[in-house]
């Protein structure tokens, strides 16, 4: 985002995982962006809408909201996706998966969409970001099922650990 001339802001809306507040400070410090946090067992979705209002205060014009990592059968998890989407309205909303998941990954996705609806609003994912793109060869069956069932785009996939391992899916690389 930085090297796009973006201002940006995270913030740090998992409020229920020990830790990830901390661990997303790390992160933060890292790449030199602002955290936005709360602390722990705060409403995630008035975390987001207060992060949103001092990136808006302080000129900044990208707000990454980080959430809790959700089993898509913790129906209190995902009751607070669907809240947060509704009342804060996000530009883009992306669902990080396992590029190893296999089918799993369609059942996780297909409730993620479910729980965003359940809002009543009929918003669902923008697009998927695939972790650990770089382990599953010419094994692409997940992602090409993820896109085609849901016709969200592959947006982003992690090719390894480091901040600028993130890429675009490249298609040719993908069909070759």
């Not at 995630?44 to 959700?70: E, F």
């Not at 995902?78 to 998966?97: Q, Y």
Request: glycine share 8%.
């Amino acid at each position: 985002m930085k090297k796009n001339g973006c201002s940006p802001l995270i913030a740090a809306c998992d409020t229920f995982r020990s830790g990830a507040v901390e661990q997303l400070n790390v992160h933060a410090k890292c790449l030199d962006v602002p955290l936005y946090h709360k602390g722990y067992a705060k409403d995630p979705s008035a975390v987001a809408s207060a992060a949103i209002a001092q990136a808006t205060q302080n000129d900044q014009d990208v707000v990454m909201v980080d959430t809790a990592g959700r089993m898509q059968n913790n129906v209190p998890l995902m009751k607070a996706l669907s809240k947060l989407v509704v009342e804060n309205k996000p530009d883009l909303v992306l669902f990080v998966c396992e590029a190893l998941v296999g089918n799993d990954g369609m059942d996780q996705l297909n409730m993620f969409n479910q729980a965003l609806r359940s809002g009543g609003h009929s918003r669902q994912i923008d697009g998927i970001m695939l972790t650990k793109w770089d382990t599953v060869s010419e094994k692409v069956g997940a992602a090409l099922t993820l896109t085609h069932v849901t016709g969200a785009p592959v947006v982003f996939t992690g090719t390894g650990q480091k901040y600028n391992h993130l890429r675009k899916l490249s298609a040719p690389a993908v069909i070759k």
